[in-house]
C-alpha cells in the first residue's frame, strides 16, 4: 500500500510560480512511475506530468510544456512538479499518482494506469 500526500498548492498571480509536492509512504517508491494530474470544475481529470523511476524519462500534456517540471528524490520518496509562467486555465485541483512496476518503467498518461492516488491539493491562479 502506497500512500500520497501532496502540498504546496496556493493562490498565485498570473505569472507566478508555485512548486507542488508529493510524499510518498511505502518502499516501493524508486520502481513507482509517478504522474501529475489536474483537474477543474465540472471537467474530467486531465494528465499534466508524468516521470519514470530514476528520473531519465519525463513527458508533459503540451498545456503545460516549457512552463512546469516534474522530478523527483528517491531518497526522500518525494515527487515535485515545479509550475511556472502560471496562468488562469491551469487553476485546478492537482493530484498526484503512483504506479508501482517492478518490471516496467515508461511513462505513463492515463488515470487508469496509476493504482495509488493523493487527496490533492488547489492551485488557483488569479488573472
Known amino acids: 500500500q502506497v500512500q500520497l500526500v501532496e502540498s504546496g498548492g496556493g493562490l498565485v498571480q498570473a505569472g507566478g510560480s508555485l512548486r507542488l509536492s508529493c510524499a510518498a509512504s511505502?518502499?516501493?517508491?524508486?520502481?513507482?512511475?509517478m504522474g501529475w494530474f489536474r483537474q477543474a470544475p465540472g471537467k474530467e481529470r486531465e494528465f499534466v506530468a508524468t516521470?519514470?523511476?530514476?528520473?531519465?524519462?519525463?513527458y508533459y500534456a503540451d498545456s503545460v510544456k516549457g512552463r512546469f517540471t516534474i522530478s523527483r528524490d528517491n531518497a526522500k520518496n518525494t515527487v515535485y512538479l515545479q509550475m511556472n509562467t502560471l496562468k488562469p486555465e491551469d487553476t485546478a485541483v492537482y493530484y498526484c499518482a503512483a504506479r508501482t512496476d517492478y518490471t516496467q518503467s515508461r511513462v505513463r498518461i492515463t488515470p487508469g494506469e496509476y493504482t495509488y492516488w493523493g487527496q490533492g491539493t488547489q492551485v488557483t491562479v488569479s488573472s
Open positions: 516521470i519514470t523511476w530514476n528520473g531519465g524519462s519525463t
Open positions: 511505502g518502499r516501493t517508491f524508486s520502481y513507482s512511475v
